[in-house]
C-alpha cells in the first residue's frame, strides 16, 4: 500500500513504498499523461458530438458565416485549452510556478482558478446564446462544478485532475445514455479503458495514490450527473 507523505506547501507530494519501474515503463506512462491531459477532453468531446450529432449543432451553421463550424471549434478550443495553457506558462515564465507540471498541491491554486473562470465562461455564453443544445451545455456545467469541488479538495488531498476529467467524460457519456437514449456502448468502453490506463499512468509515475486517482473519477462523475440534474 502506499503511504502519502505529506509535504510542505507548495512542494510535490512524494509516495513512499511505491513500487518501482523501469525507465522505458516511466517514459510510456509520462507520454499516455501527456496526450490524455485533461485539457485535450472538451475539445475531444466537441468533436465527437458534432459529429456523431451534426443535426444538434446545424444552428451554427445556418445562422451566418461568423458561426461556422471553424469558429465553433476555435471558441471551444481557446477558451477550454488555450487561455489555461497561457496562464500556467505565464504563471511560470513569472515565476509563480516551479514547473508546469503542477506537483504541489499550492501550484495548482492559480490554474485552478483560472480554469474555473473559462469554464463557467464556456457555459454561460453557450447557455445565453441559445444556439448549443442543452446536453452541450450539460457538459460545461459539469466540467465548472468538477473544478470547484477539485479546487476545494485540493486543500486537503492532491486529488488527480486526469481522473476527474475522465471521470467527467464517462458521467458525461451516461447522461447522453440516459437523457437522449444515445447509443454510446463503444464510446463509453472506450472512456473506461482510457480511463483505467491514464489512472495506471499517473501511479506509475508515483503522481498520485490509489485514494487519490479513484477521488477525482467520483468526482469528475458526479460532477456530470449533477449538471444534468440542473441542467437537463
Not at 451566418?64 to 476555435?74: A, E, M, V
Not at 460532477?223 to 437537463?232: F, H, M, T
Request: contains cysteine; proline residues 6%; glycine residues 6%.
Amino acid at each position: 500500500m502506499m503511504e502519502n507523505t505529506r509535504p510542505a506547501q507548495g512542494s510535490r507530494t512524494v509516495y513512499t513504498s511505491a513500487p518501482s519501474f523501469p525507465k522505458a515503463t516511466k517514459a510510456f506512462a509520462q507520454v499516455v499523461s501527456v496526450i490524455f491531459h485533461p485539457l485535450f477532453i472538451p475539445t475531444l468531446i466537441t468533436v465527437m458530438l458534432v459529429c456523431s450529432l451534426p443535426e444538434y449543432f446545424a444552428t451554427f451553421r445556418n445562422l451566418s458565416k461568423r458561426f461556422d463550424y471553424d469558429i465553433f471549434y476555435f471558441r471551444v478550443v481557446s477558451i477550454t485549452l488555450m487561455f489555461p495553457l497561457l496562464v500556467v506558462l505565464l504563471c511560470r515564465t513569472l515565476g509563480f510556478l516551479p514547473s508546469i507540471q503542477l506537483k504541489g498541491q499550492q501550484d495548482r491554486i492559480i490554474p485552478y482558478l483560472s480554469t474555473m473562470i473559462f469554464y463557467f465562461w464556456a457555459f454561460y455564453t453557450f447557455k445565453k446564446e441559445g444556439q448549443a443544445p442543452p446536453f452541450f451545455v450539460v457538459f460545461f456545467l459539469g466540467i465548472f462544478i468538477a473544478v470547484i469541488v477539485s479546487f476545494i479538495t485540493n486543500i486537503f488531498v492532491k486529488i488527480s485532475m486526469h481522473m476527474v476529467g475522465w471521470g467527467g467524460v464517462i458521467g458525461y457519456l451516461l447522461t447522453l445514455m440516459w437523457g437522449l437514449q444515445v447509443n454510446v456502448s463503444l464510446p463509453l468502453l472506450v472512456a473506461f479503458l482510457v480511463c483505467g490506463l491514464v489512472a495506471t499512468c499517473r501511479m506509475i509515475l508515483n503522481a498520485h495514490s490509489p485514494f487519490e486517482v479513484y477521488l477525482g473519477i467520483v468526482v469528475g462523475i458526479v460532477s456530470q450527473l449533477v449538471a444534468y440534474g440542473i441542467v437537463g
